[in-house]
């Protein structure tokens, strides 16, 4: 462990025994995920994008199909933005493949097709913040990082503050630095993830009692949902498709689960927020992916 930066919590257990308890339960929780002990800092980052906000179980089976379709930043980078929106649907946030394409092509321009390897470099493409960067400098090229996510702070608040709330990542941030080894790191968050994932499932979500947390918004009936079925509509056209049948499209949607028809203001504002972000282009009151 590294040296203790500020007090460890007074009521806690000690630093040997928190991490001696957190590698005993990641041994016996451990989960075989297909994207653990890979060198492939691209398939890592993948895994990363893919498992924000997504349970593990919608991502197993997608991480393998959409690297097998873009196995490399260069692929990525070069391939149609409606191929990989449309190699995204069923995860969520499609943001999230745009994002992940536009961290591509700079990767492809500017990085010899590859990622850079250094935390900071990470952060500055599209789509990355401070924990996948993180997690791509421990899990691909097994270096140490501040990682700290959703299961990760749900361990150290049930084991180092069980009795605390409104508690900040500032607080976190040095206990997770000190404990996280200088040898096989991947291995040390692994554990975090597994046994954090444990405590979630058997004991409900600690992280709730963090000063961030925010609970996820209802996704059915609400723009986002309506903003992806825009994209599947868009999507699924063999052509450029007028926006009023668009509109008329997705009005049928609602309607079929017992909403009423989208006003053309919100139908207006929703294509011109997808269409400023790059899902597709409108030419002649004409949507094309």
Known sequence: ????????????????AFVALVRREGRRLYRDLPWRYIDDAYAVLVSEVMLQQTQVKRVLGRWERFLAK????????????????????????????????RACEICSRDFGGKLPEAACDLERLPGIGPATAAGVVAFAFNRPALYLET?????????????EGGVR???????????????????????????????????GNASRRSAHYTRQSAFEGSRRQKRAEVVRIVLAAERAIPLPEVHSLLDTFE?????DGVDDVLFSSIVADLQREGFFTVENDRARA
């Open 169 to 203: 990542d500032k607080q976190l941030e040095p206990l997770v630095r000190a404990t996280c080894p200088a040898e096989n790191p991947r291995e040390w968050y692994y554990a975090l993830l597994d046994y954090g994932a444990h405590l979630k499932a058997t004991l």
């Open 151 to 163: 299961n990760v702070r749900t361990v150290f608040l049930h084991e180092l503050f069980p009795d």
């Open 255 to 259: 309607r079929k689960h017992g909403r």
């Open 1 to 16: 462990m590294a040296e203790l930066c500020c007090p460890w919590p007074e009521s806690a257990p000690s630093p040997e």
């Open 70 to 101: 873009f196995p490399t930043p260069d692929a990525l980078a070069s391939a149609s933005t409606s191929d990989v929106v449309g190699e995204w649907q069923g995860l969520g946030y499609n943001r999230r493949a745009l994002a992940l394409k």
